[in-house]
């Protein structure tokens, strides 16, 4: 209460110093975001990946988000570098148009994705970084230090770069947002259009960070 009487003095004492002035508080800029071409987690992100931070997606799915992803980029304009952890990406799925946009790094251990990783992240020509390590086995997953996101995370506040990280299980440490992806049963078919895979997704987030702190939710869509 001693706090709240202090300001409301304050702001008398600048209404009659400076009755001229205009008092409250600056609104918040706009959080600028990434479109990821998903419509539902693109709407459950509010617009989609924040950019400058780490965005996990864990469960399963994550292949047709990451080929709507780069629908995206390719209509955007924007250039991608994809880590590929374990040399799983379907190259044949993507149209020509998105892969001209497209760095694909191919690897065959974690620890090389988590190596070429760290060197993109240095690179100001590649405003989204992918690293999936979802196919990586989890003996290779436990030897990664935890130290990893940590240096991650200081490396794309200095450039301003976006991190995604496609894992089956949770993995990322102080990761901004954490997305558990799951198909929802009996919607599944391989006579489905791209449009209708997605579709068939559900997407719970887990986690997201706020400038207030950790805000403990379960949001699907």
Known sequence: ????????????????????????????????????????????????????ETTELTGTGTAEVLHALLRQASADGRFVALVDGADSFDVDAAEPAELARLLWVRCQTAAEAVAATDLLLRDRNFPLVVLDLKLNPAAQLRRLSGSVWHRFGRLREQHRTTLLVLTGQPLVNGATVRVQLRRQAGLESVEQSAAERLAALEFTLLRQQLTGGEEPLARTA
């Open 1 to 52: 209460m001693a706090a709240l009487a202090n300001i409301l003095d304050l702001r008398q004492l600048l209404r009659e110093r400076l009755p001229r002035a205009r008092l409250g508080f600056a609104p918040a800029a706009p959080r600028a975001v990434l479109a990821t071409g998903v419509p539902a987690l693109d709407d459950l992100l509010e617009g989609g990946l924040p950019v400058g």
